[in-house]
């Protein structure tokens, strides 16, 4: 399985470092950026082969995987279509339609979009992939068999929910360190030092994801079991309930959704 990475950034450099210590070959990954950082900054950590320009270098893969901003896809993927035959096109970029990929690569029909996230540099991510119809079945298998090597994988039914999916799982780590940045520094807040903090807010987070994947209960009922009538625990959720945290929670993940729509359609119409 070799995999080419047009793009060498943030989520190439998760899924690159996570194919590699899930087994995968150096030999077997390669990564394009016209940016010199970007490819020096992926070689201090990883020993994969990178190039500046896409060139026929391209036949030689059986995925290429594109890992651009969206608003540079189409600049970015013009240039490959003569060298593109058979191998799989997997687009992890958000909004980015794939009939709009299959338009910039003249039709070209084997193309999967895919939402993984960034805790698939430790063999933990969750993706959602959607294919094109004309994608065939060994489009799809190829797919799978890449990102299922850095952690879950969903398939989407159709294409709108994949953008759901890039709203929940795909933006969601920021969400969670988010939550993480702010226990911390409450913790701080409280006289707990940044050391005592961390480790503290690490572990209840860690612990009680831990317990909510291997109950068969709603972690509704799981937190119920935190609270205590009169105590702490109420007293902390009343306050959260005062400030409309459950919403604020569902109104940002709705404005993701949206954004994610409207980047396909902004830099689809190119
Ligand atoms: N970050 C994340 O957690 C996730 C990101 N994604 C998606 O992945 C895509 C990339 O995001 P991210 O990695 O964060 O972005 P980055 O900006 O970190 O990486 C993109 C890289 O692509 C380079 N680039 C620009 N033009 C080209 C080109 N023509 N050919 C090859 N490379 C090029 C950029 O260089 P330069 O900086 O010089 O422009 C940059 O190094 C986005 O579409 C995003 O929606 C999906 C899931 C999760
Ligand atoms: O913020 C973004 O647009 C990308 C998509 C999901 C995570 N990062």
Not at 79 to 93: D, G, K, M, R, Y
Not at 134 to 139: R, Y
Request: glycine share 8%; charged share 20%.
């Amino acid at each position: 399985m070799k995999i080419i990475f047009i793009g060498a950034g943030n989520i190439a450099s998760a899924l690159i470092g996570g194919l590699l210590r899930q087994g995968i070959s150096s030999d077997d990954l390669h990564a394009i950026d016209p940016s010199a950082g970007a490819r020096k900054r992926l070689n201090k950590r990883y020993p994969i082969e990178t190039s500046k320009a896409a060139s026929s270098i391209v036949e030689n893969y059986d995925a290429l995987i594109l890992a651009v901003k969206p608003q540079v896809m189409k600049k970015a993927i013009e240039p490959l279509a003569p060298w593109l035959s058979t191998q799989l096109i997997i687009s992890v970029a958000a909004g980015i339609r794939l009939a709009d990929i299959s338009r910039w690569l003249n039709g070209y029909s084997h193309v999967v979009r895919a939402m993984p996230n960034i805790p698939a540099l430790v063999g933990v991510g969750a993706t959602g992939l959607v294919s094109l119809h004309s994608a065939d079945d060994a489009d799809q298998a190829l797919a799978e068999r890449v990102l299922r090597v850095v952690g879950e994988i969903i398939w989407c039914e159709d294409e709108s929910q994949i953008d759901a999916v890039t709203a929940i799982s795909g933006s969601g780590p920021a969400y969670v360190f988010y939550f993480i940045e702010a226990m911390r520094n409450a913790a701080c807040e409280l006289g707990l030092n940044d050391k005592q903090a961390r480790a503290l807010v690490l572990s209840t987070f860690s612990g009680a994801i831990q317990l909510a994947a291997q109950s068969d209960e709603f972690s509704g009922i799981l937190l119920e079991r935190v609270v205590s009538e009169g105590g702490t625990t109420a007293a902390a959720l009343q306050s959260f309930e005062a400030d409309n945290i459950n919403k604020a929670i569902s109104r940002g993940v709705s404005a993701a959704y949206t954004r994610a729509i409207q980047i396909g359609v902004t830099f689809g119409k190119q």
